[in-house]
């Protein structure tokens, strides 16, 4: 599966982005789908998952800001960012998964074996 990410950009702390994830193939429905970040000189983080089956979860950082969903028809997951933070300034990438990770796989980035090339994100004070 190939994945294209975009939506990211420059906004002040409290503004709002919608980050979409583009993916090929015919069996998007299938896969889990997530969102990681990483920030300059720290390691990829988790930030939300949307399972096939809808369930999402995410970080305790963005619980309450941030919203994972995913169009089914149009093989994209997106994340709506509202609230943010300089804190969430990093480059943000979308992960793909068949169906083959365990839950608590899902929030650890070296579970992941698709990735796109991320997108940045900046959030000014």
């Known amino acids: 599966v190939q994945l294209q990410a975009s939506g990211g950009g420059l906004v002040q702390a409290g503004g709002s982005l919608r980050l979409s994830c583009a993916a090929s193939g015919s069996t998007f429905s299938r896969y889990n789908m997530g969102w990681f970040r990483q920030a300059p000189g720290k390691e990829r983080e988790f930030v939300a998952v949307?399972?096939?089956?809808?369930?999402?979860y995410y970080s305790d950082s963005v619980k309450g800001r941030f919203t994972i969903s995913r169009d089914n028809a149009k093989n994209t997951v997106y994340l709506q960012m509202n609230s943010l933070k300089p804190e969430d300034t990093a480059v943000y990438y979308c992960?793909?998964?068949?169906?083959?990770?365990?839950?608590?796989?899902?929030?650890?980035?070296?579970?992941?074996?698709?990735w796109g090339q991320g997108t940045q994100v900046t959030v000014s004070s």
């Open positions: 949307i399972r096939y089956s809808r369930h999402n």
């Open positions: 992960a793909a998964d068949p169906g083959s990770l365990i839950l608590s796989s899902l929030f650890t980035p070296t579970s992941w074996n698709y």
